[in-house]
DNA sequence: TGGCGCATCCAAAGCGCTTTGGAATTGATT
DNA sequence: AATCAATTCCAAAGCGCTTTGGATGCGCCA
């Protein structure tokens, strides 16, 4: 069933009947009415493909997954993300389309789908600390939001982050408070923006403090469990070991957590662990009350938030209009895996 | 730039032009040569809404994700599925489109996609027992690949699947043979078809051995880090505890590990523990020992597999062509979870 | 009565591509 | 020299929609 088929059955010029549909004022309301109606019966829906290709816009929002040969960006976080933006997506009517490519087709793939014409707007993941994706996109006028931030670019872009840099200096101090002084941070790769300014808040949180970092307790490395639960066993077995964990993930955390207890430690007793958690829908931290003390940013929020974005700038369609922003709060919440540091019984 | 542009500044008619691009014959080859040149020169991409609308074939794939008031469809297994699929897609020319939609819209959705003609084709993941998309999809004439299958479902239909019942038997056997004779199944939701299929086996691994299933060590639910905890916890409290657990996923089988430790006993000496292990890049079974005795199986193959025997689909264009068909076995690999049981050392 | 504005509808052009049904040129064949 | 079959190209129709630029009929006012 067409337009031109619908119309036909109402006797009805198709101009008439796309504007019945689509809302004009031209159009006498029980006129509109009958036609609303016969859609309904017929179960008409306008074959987008057409309706994309006169209008201009095609009613879809394009993610590009990079294929690294590191397995970071097939990540746990991006189905989240995934299932946030998509519910904003549908509710406007618009479709979601991802890209999985190698990583050095990256910048071929976003120059395809504007030529294209398949997208109208692409969400960035995972920016790196000088992204070159953003003056890409930036010259190939294709509307973009950046979920996260890159330092290193200069021209402005929107993006929607979490305070990365604040949640993980409040958290240190949380530490901090606790008693603990030898805190070691178990980050994620340092090439990625994100994980540069937790270690910046991290270290900024001790500068405060007075006391000198040590850079031997500072490891970075993607995110899985077996990173945490390495990282932690070969810290654990030295001298002056650390008292307190910090990790970027609650998949690294669990890896903390098992090679403390295979230590024959007790976690939140021996040694504290605070992590970030992003609220994974299949991950939680604790069912009530939280195992682990952690800085939580729900990501499929961020999802929502940065899918709400970028519907506004394209429906704003104003290729000068200035970039938007939003800086998201980790919230810091307290569960069993923290406990007072030596400091503290001193 | 577009064809008609590109034509003209060629002096060639635009379907001479489209021929050249699309590997047509009738064209000399020193024209083909010339256009291909002007193509890449001028980096022409054809418009695939115009594309699209010309051929009929939208050139993406549908993969909807019902967004249920439970989590279990957000899955970790997802993404990686998505990735496996999204190289197929990308290496063939194909988009693919994602569609969050509430359960109750979840049928609404298919139907959209087709009366839109976004997609060629749909994957239907998660399969129920007996479930309603696959006659709806038939009805409507939306090719379709099923990973799983739907065991209440009687018209035919492809699809691609890991042989979980022979899996989860051979698991069994396995502890079995250890000397096992308490085996306590930490299984998913048992509305899934793989989730039957995977007691089906556990079951008739049981009854060859003469050993009647005990139904307080059968558990079901969604497979979460908690719920493996919690069943764990609970089950070794009991005064005739399992000696091993055979467990639904790798983060149900952290849980079950997490409550072995806290009650204070070893896993692989004093508990053993088998899991399925879809290998999610994210979630590794060890590095390179496997951590967990693991039924190992990975989806992500599956998502290649799934994407090709679709696009297989959609190429071959005829309807009446018998459905395909493929079964995956998973490997059995041994880690260090698992050991002798009580019958082995009487 | 003629003219004006308003409400309501329509025919046709266009979005950028593919594809049908020739037309023109060439070389070989009779 | 005339015919024929390839070869190579093109004009135009069509995919299903939106949108421009009227057309039509109506009540209303002067």
Redesign the pocket.
């Known amino acids: 069933m067409?337009?031109?088929e619908?119309?036909e059955k109402l006797?009805?010029?198709?101009?008439?009947v796309?504007?019945a549909?689509?809302g004009y004022p031209?159009?006498?309301?029980e006129?509109?009415r009958r036609v609303m109606d016969a859609a309904r019966r017929h179960n008409?829906?306008?074959?987008m493909?057409?309706?994309s290709?006169?209008?201009?816009r095609a009613m879809a929002i394009g993610h590009i997954i990079p294929l690294s040969t590191k397995h970071e960006i097939v990540n746990p976080i991006f189905a989240d993300f995934i299932a946030g933006a998509g519910e904003v997506y549908s509710s406007a009517g618009y479709d979601m389309v991802l890209s999985v490519v190698s990583d050095a087709d990256e910048a071929r793939a976003y120059r395809d789908l504007k030529a294209k014409g398949t997208v109208d707007g692409v969400i960035v993941h995972g920016p790196k600390l000088d992204d070159q994706r953003i003056p890409l996109l930036h010259d190939i006028a294709l509307p973009f939001v950046v979920h996260g931030r890159s330092t290193g670019c200069t021209i402005p872009y929107s993006w929607l982050d979490v305070n990365n840099r604040r949640a993980f200096e409040r958290a240190t101090e949380f530490l901090l408070d606790l008693g603990h002084r030898r805190i070691a941070l178990v980050n994620g790769l340092e090439y990625m923006d994100f994980a540069v300014r937790r270690r910046t808040g991290y270290l900024s949180a001790l500068e405060r403090r007075g006391i000198t970092p040590d850079h031997r307790l500072m490891r970075s490395e993607e995110m899985t469990e077996g990173y945490g639960y390495r990282t932690a066993r070969e810290l654990l077995s030295a001298p002056d070991r650390p008292t307190a964990f910090l990790t970027a993930s609650l998949i690294s955390a669990l890896g903390v957590r098992r090679a403390i207890e295979e230590a024959g430690l007790r976690m939140g007793r021996d040694v504290s662990v605070v992590t970030h958690d992003d609220e994974l829908s299949y991950l939680r931290n604790g069912e009530d009350v939280p195992i682990f003390t952690a800085t939580r940013s729900s990501v499929r929020e961020a999802g929502r938030g940065a899918a709400e974005m970028l519907l506004s700038i394209i429906a704003a369609a104003n290729p000068d209009s200035p970039p938007q922003s939003r800086l998201l709060e980790a919230t810091l919440v307290v569960g069993m895996s923290t406990g007072p540091g030596p400091a503290a019984s001193q």
């Open positions: 067409n337009l031109k619908l119309s006797g009805l010029s198709q101009t008439t796309s504007r549909l689509n031209e159009v006498n309301e006129t509109r008409y829906r306008p074959n493909r057409a309706k290709l006169a209008t201009g």
